[in-house]
């Protein structure tokens, strides 16, 4: 823009019925009386005479020569000091500096300049009297601007003034300040704008924000398990991330819960949508899971009883859900869900596949009746769980995600949380991302080494009669004298299974099977037959015949238990807890 062409009124002054110019002093001869002349500032008709200024700026190659064809240097007064720029520019509040030439000599600041950064002298290059720029990086700033006649702004930079620190948006714009004669001089007006309030606004609000998602992913871990349980024959790990920058809590949990008889059950779910609702639904969700799972049904039993709890809560609330459930004893993992994203599980050989169906829909449709299905997962095996914000983008389809989760699980089996940390980096999850995260991931290791001894099984199958029991007890007292039990605990072994068989064949029916397993923390118990019915442990009064089994093998066991099987038939078993791991 050109400053003789400034089209703007400020409040306070007077229209003009002519523009400003802004021109070179013009050398006047000395007067008659012998003293010497003086600067003549010429203006345009209309315009008010300028002050009088003797700093000389130096000349950058542009100032047109005087009318006695040497050059003339025209002072940085000249430049300025018309109507233009003091009514102008110095009834501005904001800071404003204005250069001219290659070297952007100081040609005129304003008093908000002066009051901000102290005086400063006109004629001196940007580098040496407007230091305060420099630093800033304004000065290839401004060289860029004078190249490109294109305005460029720098927002929010810390300065330190005369009287205090503060923030400011500069603006740097492109002038073009004329000369009596000759062509104009490339100059740059620096207009400062004082942005103290908003940045500290805004850094207040960042703080508050920070916060309250502070305040919301501590509740929203809290509802999550403090510390996975660890299985005897399983290693766990679990990652939660959540997800932007909201202060919205997310509905993605997860569990781990150790069923007895080396049993595991793993759950994962999400409660779509964020906030306090979606936490109360989902905290609601994963308590109910912990006691329907402690009733040790199948998978799709547990998922069912999920489902009418979800319609009660809140029937507006979509949630998902996959339940498993993994028995060494079977080498299987069962499982269950409710419109859930598959388990990917990698086999021992390497391969890598998703569970296949039954797949119903989300918990709280009431009237599906859910499936259970069952995979083998031997020593070696690996799975992963995780809600779809690992695996969904909106500018792609979501088995793309599970592909790359599937390259990535493929690769050597590693610990649980590596497994975690890689799926996490593989499929792109960082700080910023836009929805919650949460993965499970488990691994059944292969026991080598002096590890192989410590975990074993042994099995026999009973035909009833009333040599079940003596057969079970020899058998018994065998297998755990080989495992280099003490005697105390042999014996007590050998008493719980005397006990379970008795109460099987009293209470059951064929077929029925004795199984001893240990691992490196737990010896178990288990007698199975083909009776649905299960016992409970009663108080035995003195004068009872019946229920003292039971109540025996409550008392010395660590841990006891039953459920029914898949199949048909009821399972009870015992556990006792190893003080330390015996040599094999």
């Known amino acids: 823009m050109k400053l003789t062409r400034w089209g703007i009124r400020l ?34 008709p209309g315009a008010e005479p300028a002050e009088e200024n003797h700093h000389v700026a130096q ?33 501005v509040p904001a800071p404003v500096a204005l250069v001219h030439g290659a070297d952007h000599r100081v040609a005129y600041v304003n008093e908000a300049y002066a009051a901000l950064f102290g005086p400063r002298t006109p004629g001196s290059p940007a580098r040496e009297s407007l230091t305060e720029l420099a630093e800033l990086g304004l000065v290839p700033l401004m060289d860029q601007v004078r190249r490109s006649n294109t305005s460029r702004t720098i927002k929010s930079r810390r300065v330190q003034g005369a009287r ?7 603006t740097c714009t492109p002038v073009e300040l004329s000369a009596p004669e000759g062509p104009p001089v490339r100059g740059v007006l620096v207009f400062a704008a004082d942005v103290t309030d908003q940045v500290t606004s805004a850094e207040r609000l960042r703080e508050s924000e920070g916060r309250q998602r502070e305040t919301a992913v501590t509740l929203q871990r809290s509802l999550l398990p403090q510390e996975l349980e660890q299985p005897d024959e399983l290693r766990v790990a679990a990652t939660y991330r959540p997800g932007g920058t909201e202060t919205a809590v997310g509905g993605d949990w997860y569990d781990v819960i150790t069923l007895g008889a080396g049993r595991t059950a793993v759950v994962i779910g999400d409660v779509m949508g964020r906030g306090v609702r979606a936490a109360a ?7 109910a899971v912990r006691a329907y799972a402690r009733l040790d049904m199948p998978p799709h039993e547990v998922v069912q009883l999920l489902d009418g709890l979800a319609s009660e809560i809140d029937p507006t609330q979509i949630a998902t859900c996959v339940y498993g459930v993994h028995d060494p004893s079977e080498d299987t993992l069962s499982y269950a869900s409710a419109g859930h994203l598959p388990i990917v599980v990698r086999r021992p050989d390497g391969t890598v596949h998703r569970t296949p169906g039954p797949t119903g829909p989300p918990l709280g449709t009431g009237d599906w009746v859910h499936e259970s299905a069952a995979i083998p997962f031997p020593p070696g095996s690996s799975a992963v769980l995780c809600t779809d914000g690992l695996v969904e983008r909106r500018d792609a389809d979501i088995d793309a995600g ?59 199958d009973l035909h009833g009669g009333i040599e079940a029991t003596p057969r079970a007890r020899a058998f018994a007292g065998g297998v755990l004298s080989s495992w280099r039990f003490p005697d105390e605990l042999r014996d007590l072994g050998v008493l719980t299974a005397s ?16 199984r001893l397993r240990r691992t490196d923390r737990r010896l178990i118990i288990e007698v199975t ?10 108080q035995v009064r003195l004068g009872d015949e019946t229920g003292r089994g039971i109540a025996l093998v409550a008392a010395v066991a660590s841990d006891w238990g039953t459920r029914r099987l898949p199949e048909g038939g009821k399972s009870v078993w015992a556990e006792f807890t190893l003080p330390a791991a015996p040599a094999p």
Not at 421 to 441: F, K, M, N, W, Y
């Open 529 to 538: 037959d083909g009776d649905e019915h299960l016992p409970r442990h009663q």
């Open 164 to 170: 205090r620190d503060s923030f400011h948006t500069f």
């Open 499 to 514: 006990e379970l068989v008795a109460n099987s064949v009293v209470h059951g029916k064929a077929p029925m099977r004795l």
């Open 11 to 44: 409040p306070g002054t007077q229209r003009r019925t002519a523009p400003a110019a802004i021109t070179a002093a013009k050398p006047v001869p000395a007067a008659r009386d012998g003293r010497p002349g003086r600067h003549e500032t010429r203006t345009a």
């Open 59 to 91: 000349s950058d190659g542009n100032d047109p020569p005087d009318g006695t064809g040497t050059p003339h240097a025209a002072t940085d007064a000249e430049f300025v000091h018309g109507p233009a720029v003091h009514e102008l520019l110095g009834q």
């Open 281 to 287: 639904v989902m905290g609601q969700l994963r308590t």
């Open 402 to 460: 599970l592909d790359t989760m599937e390259e990535a699980l493929a690769v050597a089996a590693d610990s649980p949380q590596i497994l975690c940390d890689r799926l996490l980096r593989a499929l792109g999850i960082s700080d910023g991302h836009d929805d919650d995260v949460a993965i499970l991931a488990f691994t059944r290791p292969q026991p080598e080494g002096a590890d192989a001894g410590l975990f074993r099984a042994a099995a026999l």
